[in-house]
């Protein structure tokens, strides 16, 4: 059984910075594609960034671009997501997930595991 369970998520002010967990477990993740999305109250959820579990290739939104740095440690089993030069349009709730392949990692139906979510509040 896969889980992902994210961490770090808080209220900070525009300019900070947040780091974000996910711990995952239940199964080997090389080949896997793990992801970053994002869902702001009546907004539906969407692309942030996502990573190659077991290589180098990364793919951000250009929203965040720039802002944002995607990284794993194989060796702890969890990714993360550096947030840096926070702005208010970037709070949300911030969701990990996995998927089986590298292919179309910006869409939902990419990734078959998800994590339960951290709140991401930036004050203006």
């Known amino acids: 059984q896969v889980q992902l369970v994210e961490s770090g998520g808080g209220l900070v002010q525009a300019g900070g910075s947040l780091r974000l967990s996910c711990a995952a477990s239940?199964?080997?993740?090389?080949?896997?594609?793990m992801g970053w999305f994002r869902q702001a109250p009546g907004k539906e959820r969407e692309f942030v960034a996502a990573i190659l579990w077991s290589g180098s290739i990364t793919n951000y939104a250009d929203s965040v671009k720039g802002r944002f740095t995607i990284s794993r440690d194989n060796a702890k089993n969890t990714m993360y997501l550096q947030m840096n030069s926070l702005k208010p349009e970037d709070t949300a709730v911030y969701y990990c997930?996995?998927?089986?392949?590298?292919?179309?990692?910006?869409?939902?139906?990419?990734?078959?595991?998800w994590g339960q979510g951290t709140q991401v509040t930036v004050s203006s």
């Open positions: 239940g199964r080997t993740f090389s080949g896997y594609v």
């Open positions: 997930a996995s998927g089986p392949v590298f292919r179309d990692v910006r869409a939902l139906r990419s990734y078959n595991y």
